[in-house]
């Protein structure tokens, strides 16, 4: 049982492609980051060079994976408790800079133990993520007036103006909001919703992959909030998307917010795997 690690994206897909594509929804980040690297270049996240790495069981399948973009944390997949430990044994072995961990809640909470244990950091949990999967959409009801349209390079500095909002709500972001909205802009993955001849709601997808697409972001202005326009534009991209033959279609929600939680739930998405952002200091 061992882990590779490399900066090669090409040997990363490679290799750890098909263990991901073979469960495409709980690997959703891990799969969509990986293809916007490849789409929009290495430094899509940030001017950090990526780190990639996949673990073999003692039979030689690839049964975890990891990908990095500095200054961001790892971003692990479902993997033995092993897996994780030993990849922050190495990693504080080899005194790589390792701000904190993003997975689901059994390799995040494997892996800060064992970071814990080494480094004597403390982890404190930042997120409390919940995946859902859209089960039959139940369009809102009901809906609120206006009309979805596909956003256009006219559209961008309104994109990337949200989208730096919506980080800023959302603790951080992907990187650079203009980079993030010229890669989503460039696949078609912005949609805004309309009312009274101007936007006032944004749900971007990402890149359909293994049958599988996500909705993020989505965001509407404070002063439009509580009118419907999320519900609508997050039913429309999702409708879009089935539409379009994507199998899973997926969202993910911060738990600390049981207004979204129960809006995604009316619509028909249910809960897949927790997954927790968890930090280290000290």
Do not use: C, K
Not at 206 to 227: C, E, H, N, S
Not at 238 to 258: E, H, K, M, Y
């Amino acid at each position: 049982m061992s882990w590779t690690t490399t900066h090669d994206l090409d040997a990363f897909t490679a290799a750890a492609g098909p263990f991901l594509r073979a469960d495409p929804a709980p690997h959703t980040v891990l799969l969509t980051a990986a293809a916007s690297l490849a789409a929009a270049g290495l430094d899509r996240y940030g001017d950090g060079r990526p780190e990639f790495g996949w673990w073999r069981a003692l039979d030689g399948r690839v049964a975890g994976a990891y990908l990095a973009t500095p200054p961001f944390p790892p971003l692990l997949s479902r993997m033995p408790a092993a897996a994780a430990a030993g990849l922050a044994g190495l990693r504080a072995a080899a005194g790589l800079p390792t701000s904190g961990v993003n997975a689901g809640r059994a390799a995040a909470e494997a892996f800060a133990a064992a970071w814990t244990g080494r480094t004597g950091q403390a982890a404190t949990v930042e997120e409390r993520n919940r995946l859902y999967r859209l089960g039959e959409l139940a369009p809102p009801d009901p809906a609120p007036s206006g009309y979805a349209r596909a956003a256009t390079g006219d559209d961008r500095d309104l994109l990337v103006d949200w989208t730096r909002r919506f980080h800023a709500e959302s603790a951080g972001g992907a990187g650079d909001p203009a980079r993030a909205v010229a890669d989503r802009l460039a696949y078609g993955g912005a949609t805004l919703w309309e009312d009274g001849g101007r936007p006032v709601s944004y749900a971007g997808v990402t890149r359909t992959i293994a049958g599988m697409v996500r909705v993020a972001p989505v965001y509407t202005p404070p002063p439009l909030r509580r009118r419907g326009y999320a519900t609508a534009s997050t039913a429309a991209v999702s409708r879009a998307a089935r539409a379009a033959g994507a199998r899973d279609v997926l969202l993910f929600t911060d738990l600390a917010n049981p207004t979204s939680n129960a809006l995604y739930r009316r619509l028909g998405y249910v809960p897949v795997e927790d997954h927790l952002v968890v930090s280290f200091a000290g």
